[in-house]
């Protein structure tokens, strides 16, 4: 069984023509060369500050929910298989 996409057939071009697919894009697009070229609207240390600030609760409220949902199944498997789907669809729902 393939460990990652390098080791599956098609991975490895797949994985190298992605940033290939960029630089030639932005070659060719003269609106993404100008856009590569332009100034930065704040500086550097506030763009980070503002990426944190959004990333890192959402980042920690996904871990929180993909953490409790082994315990959540592991609580809803003692009722029965129908639960377990249950609670699987209703989790996707949500």
């Known amino acids: 069984m ?3 996409n390098f080791e ?9 023509g992605k940033p290939c697919r960029v630089l030639r894009c932005l070659r060719r697009n003269a609106l993404l060369r100008t856009a590569a070229r332009a100034r930065p609207a704040v500086p550097l240390p506030a763009a980070l500050h503002r990426t944190l600030a959004t ?4 980042s920690a409220d996904f871990t929180v929910r993909r953490g409790g949902a082994p315990i959540l199944v592991a ?3 003692r009722l029965g298989v129908s639960a377990v789907a249950a609670c699987a669809i209703a989790y996707k729902v949500m």
């Open 2 to 4: 393939a460990r990652n």
């Open 8 to 16: 599956c057939g098609g991975g490895r071009p797949t994985q190298l």
């Open 55 to 58: 990333g890192l609760p959402m």
């Open 75 to 77: 609580v809803v498997a």
